[in-house]
């Protein structure tokens, strides 16, 4: 059974579209994640909610809107896309209370923007 | 959050131990020390964490010095599926991993 999934696995988009990534977790857990992994592998978190709350929002420019319609989802909608943008979008989730910080990662989506 | 300094690559052979090391000397009392690791063409994974005391877990040990300025993961016996990115990571209970660059583990047959 997949932990956490994502779609789509690959997406290739022209500058200026609007795409969304997908994510679901079937782990009960109450916190998710988006990270983005650029060219030169470095992993930077994005967001996180926690029960539908945000709770992280680091310095992502606004074309990056999370939605997360229930506890188990956590969407990510990129406006005006741009070649900067292309990198590898990871999706992870937590539980908000015990283990801290054993986060479980999804497979990752490759956005390449051309 | 205290920044963790790893050496970029190590090497070792199948089906000995390892020791990827990792300093945290800002590290404050209340940080725990997490590794992770990225296999190629996957998201991160999650492999031990500690406060002050050596854990042990199926996967591998984390073994903490006494000042906790600096950790070692053991890898007891490397498979060739244990080359990957290993992530030192310290922080709060903001949840929030902040991942550097990590230590490149290759293993040779």
């Known amino acids: 059974d997949t932990a956490v999934s994502q779609t789509p696995k690959y997406l290739v988009t022209q500058m200026g579209n609007d795409k969304s990534i997908k994510c679901e977790q079937n782990?009960?857990?109450?916190?998710m994640y988006w990270y983005k992994q650029d060219s030169k592998k470095f992993l930077k978190i994005m967001f996180s909610?926690?029960?539908?709350?945000?709770?992280i929002n680091e310095t992502v420019p606004n074309r990056f809107s999370p939605k997360s319609p229930d506890k188990a989802h956590l969407n990510l909608h990129i406006n005006s896309l741009e070649l900067g943008d292309s990198a590898v979008y990871f999706c992870?989730?937590?539980?908000?209370?015990?283990?801290?910080?054993?986060?479980?990662f999804g497979p990752g989506t490759r956005l390449t923007v051309t | 959050d205290a920044k963790t300094t790893q050496p970029n690559s190590m090497e070792s052979n199948e089906e000995e131990p390892v020791h990827l090391p990792c300093n945290h000397s800002t590290i404050s009392g209340t940080d725990y020390i997490h590794w992770y690791r990225q296999l190629p063409s996957q998201g991160p994974e999650y492999v031990i964490h500690g406060l002050t005391s050596n854990v042990n877990n199926r996967m591998a040990s984390l073994a903490i010095a006494e000042d906790r300025k600096s950790s070692t993961l053991i890898l007891h016996r490397a498979t060739l599926r244990d080359a990957a990115v290993y992530y030192c990571?310290?922080?709060?209970?903001?949840?929030?991993?902040?991942f550097g660059s990590g230590t490149r583990l290759l293993v040779r047959p």
């Open positions: 992870a989730s937590s539980r908000l209370t015990g283990t801290p910080y054993e986060q479980y």
């Open positions: 909610y926690n029960n539908k709350e945000l709770i």
């Open positions: 782990l009960g857990h109450d916190t």
């Open positions: 990571i310290t922080g709060d209970s903001s949840y929030k991993l902040i």
